[in-house]
């Protein structure tokens, strides 16, 4: 029975070394996965950095457009002052040319004469 325990530590020894094979493959794996210049560990580098940038990105975008945002208050506020003014104005216009309607005529003048009672020309 000798022929049993040398198969069974040749079958030992082969599984080891498969087994080393495999976990050397799987090192090599590993590093590669992790290689910043090639691998994941590259690809999440490069979008942690473009991560930062679209923050920075976001930041400018939201401070022009609180900027615009507050420039177009300004610009309603005006445009609203011109438009109450604006109604002012029409407003007076309509009166201005309404008084001319209820006046005479322009055909009418009035003469203003002095009265004449009699040769000193006395009022």
């Known amino acids: ?20 094979a495999y ?13 910043v210049d090639s691998g994941l560990g590259g690809a999440i580098a490069a979008l942690s950095l473009q991560v930062e940038e679209l923050k920075a990105t976001l930041a400018r975008a939201t401070a022009e457009s609180d900027s615009a945002a507050t420039s177009l208050d300004m610009a309603t506020d005006r445009a609203n002052d011109s438009i109450g003014r604006l109604e002012m104005l029409i407003a ?18 009035i003469h203003f004469r002095a009265h004449r009672h009699g040769p000193g020309g006395g009022v």
């Open 1 to 20: 029975m000798t022929l049993i325990p040398l198969i069974s530590d040749s079958l030992l020894l082969l599984a080891t070394v498969a087994l080393a």
């Open 23 to 35: 976990c050397w493959r799987l090192a090599a794996r590993l590093r590669a996965f992790n290689d």
């Open 92 to 109: 007076a216009a309509e009166d201005v040319t309404a008084t001319p309607a209820e006046a005479p005529p322009a055909e009418t003048t």
